[in-house]
């Protein structure tokens, strides 16, 4: 079963941050974060993972609380492109093995 | 950079066929790991390969089986086709000395069978 919990669906208006939050409270700590999207059809897109310090990259910014329980993903500017199902993945790193066990997912719809 | 391939992008088949699907990693990546995606779910884990060697199983009936080859290629094989095996098969590679292990998808392979 899927470690982590999110919101069914969310709306965003384009131009505007969407805001995507991920719920994880039984992360152990050796376990990082990770989001992948999955436009229709198309397979997953990875976009970013942290372990307990925020992450920044060209697509998003990844904020993990202190105590490493929750995490939002940040799309700074979002456009219709972005629109899109989000996985938010709880996965230990150990010698390249662990599986990705996805749940339902966030989908989120960018408006115009 | 190539990324992840898949093929065939598509096909049909009728129950109790076999059906052979392939993958090619991302330059670099040694590793393959499988996943099915029924329609309106997240992906599935099946199995993953790494040295020739199915190293992980999710929990998939046998009929569901795998190779990978020296070039770290992998193919995914599927006897006796059942319609609920209709799915989006997707393969991701990785490797622990590049990407940091993380898993990059392909475009899958959509699988109908009548």
């Known amino acids: 079963d899927a470690k982590t919990t999110q919101p069914p669906s969310m709306d965003c208006a384009e131009g505007r941050a969407a805001n995507l939050p991920c719920n994880h409270s039984?992360?152990?700590?050796?376990?990082?974060v990770y989001w992948y999207r999955q436009i229709h059809s198309q397979g997953p897109q990875y976009i970013i993972h942290?372990?307990?310090n925020n992450e920044t990259n060209e697509m998003a910014s990844l904020i993990i609380t202190e105590d490493r329980k929750s995490s939002t993903l940040i799309l700074p500017h979002a456009t219709l492109r972005d629109t899109a199902v989000y996985y938010c993945i709880v996965r230990a790193r150990q010698g390249g093995s662990e599986k990705l066990v996805f749940g339902k997912g966030t989908k989120l719809t960018v408006n115009p | 950079d190539a990324g992840v391939t898949q093929s065939p992008t598509h096909l049909i088949k009728t129950r109790g066929q076999q059906v052979t699907l392939r993958c090619s990693p991302k330059s670099g990546h040694d590793t393959v790991s499988w996943y099915q995606q029924a329609l309106g779910q997240g992906p599935q884990f099946i199995f993953q390969y790494y040295e020739e060697e199915e190293r992980q199983r999710g929990n998939f009936p046998d009929r569901f089986s795998g190779h990978q080859f020296p070039n770290y290629s992998s193919e995914l094989n599927v006897n006796a086709l059942l319609l609920g095996d209709s799915a989006l098969y997707l393969c991701?590679?990785?490797?622990?000395?590049?990407?940091?292990?993380?898993?990059?998808f392909g475009p899958g392979t959509r699988l109908t069978v009548l």
């Open positions: 991701a590679s990785s490797s622990l000395g590049r990407d940091g292990d993380t898993q990059y």
């Open positions: 942290g372990l307990k």
């Open positions: 039984t992360i152990s700590g050796n376990e990082y």
